[in-house]
């Protein structure tokens, strides 16, 4: 079993930067691929990006790479995602969720994912 317990997050202006943490109890952490997934209002969640157990490995969706980066401390058991060049359109609510699945393939699958942190709001004004 594992929790995941998200903090960071809140209201930035457009080109602002933010980090979200998302820490996890239990000391299988390490043996995750951790994600982040997003949901803004009236549409359906959507994937971030995704890490590897060893942090390795990162996927990002089309519309954040280049701005957002995926980063992990094992040490710490924690999964960060640092927003940067933040748009209007990053506004939403944003999810930490932890799957044990190794195929990069799956991991834009929000199905796949066992364990869903308790979700942040991010909202970014123009």
């Known amino acids: 079993q594992v929790q995941l317990v998200q903090s960071g997050g809140g209201l930035v202006q457009a080109g602002g930067s933010l980090r979200l943490s998302c820490a996890a109890s239990?000391?299988?952490?390490?043996?995750?691929?951790m994600g982040w997934f997003r949901q803004a209002p009236g549409k359906e969640r959507e994937f971030v990006a995704a890490?590897?157990?060893?942090?390795?490995?990162?996927y990002y969706a089309d519309s954040v790479k280049g701005r957002f980066t995926i980063s992990r401390d094992n040490a710490k058991n924690t999964v960060y995602l640092q927003m940067n060049s933040l748009k209007p359109e990053d506004t939403a609510v944003y999810y930490c969720?932890?799957?044990?699945?190794?195929?990069?393939?799956?991991?834009?699958?929000?199905?796949?994912?066992?364990?869903w942190g308790q979700g942040t709001q991010v909202t970014v004004s123009s």
């Open positions: 969720a932890a799957t044990s699945t190794i195929r990069i393939r799956l991991w834009t699958s929000g199905p796949e994912y066992d364990y």
């Open positions: 239990g000391r299988t952490f390490s043996s995750y691929t």
């Open positions: 890490i590897s157990w060893s942090g390795d490995s990162a």
